[in-house]
Every structure is written in structure tokens, then in C-alpha cells.
Nanobody
Framework: QVQLVESGGGLVQAGGSLRLSCAAS????????WGWFRQAPGKEREFVAA???????YYADSVKGRFTISRDNAKNTVYLQMNSLKPEDTAIYYC??????????????????WGQGTQVTVSS
């Protein structure tokens, strides 16, 4: 059974930091591509960051320099370190997994697996 379980969300003041985790089970981890997306109220889901199995990483312009995606293959866990948080970062954050990083980056509707989401709220 495929499971992606996010954790680490919460309420933080602007300028603060949070680290999200996505623990995976029931599927191949090391050779997969992983990503983070977010969806704010009234807005469409948007790409945040992605990590390919070769170590390549990609970021949305809005988070570049503030967020870092990483993975721990031994723990089957993907992380999103979020620093210098802004109120506009408030959203539900979802982790995603697919065989192909291009799907995560360009065709999220086709992504194979999604987590349930974790709420991040940044107060001003």
C-alpha cells in the first residue's frame, strides 16, 4: 500500500522557519522523483520544489533561495526546509512522487502519488 505522510506544518511568524517531512512507504524511493506543491485558499495548486534521483533540484522562483528540498534515502523521507517565511507562503503543502521529474515539474495532474497535505500558516 502506497503511503505518503507529511508532517511538520504549523503556525509561524513571518521570517521564521519550518521543516516539512514526507515519509514514504510501499513504493520505490531512491530512484523516484519527489516534489512539493502548495495550494492556498482560492488558488490553484502550484509547484514549489522538486528533487530528481540524480541529485538535481528545482525551485519555483517565489521560493528560490529560501526553501531547500532534500531527501534521506535511508529513511525514505523527503524534506522541505523553509526559511524566511512570508505570509504569502501560507498554504496546504503536499508532497508528490513520480518516476519522472519532468512530470512533477510540468504535468502535476499526472503525478502518480500524493500525500494528504500539511497546513502551513505564516502570520505577519
Amino acid at each position: 500500500q502506497v503511503q505518503l505522510v507529511e508532517s511538520g506544518g504549523g503556525l509561524v511568524q513571518a521570517g521564521g522557519s519550518l521543516r516539512l517531512s514526507c515519509a514514504a512507504s510501499g513504493l520505490a524511493f531512491r530512484t523516484a522523483a519527489w516534489g512539493w506543491f502548495r495550494q492556498a485558499p482560492g488558488k490553484e495548486r502550484e509547484f514549489v520544489a522538486a528533487s530528481g534521483w540524480r541529485g538535481d533540484t528545482y525551485y519555483a522562483d517565489s521560493v528560490k533561495g529560501r526553501f531547500t528540498i532534500s531527501r534521506d534515502n535511508a529513511k525514505n523521507t523527503v524534506y522541505l526546509q523553509m526559511n524566511s517565511l512570508k505570509p504569502e507562503d501560507t498554504a496546504i503543502y503536499y508532497c508528490a512522487r513520480d518516476r519522472d521529474i519532468s512530470t512533477i515539474r510540468a504535468d502535476p495532474a499526472s503525478v502518480g502519488s500524493w500525500g494528504q497535505g500539511t497546513q502551513v500558516t505564516v502570520s505577519s
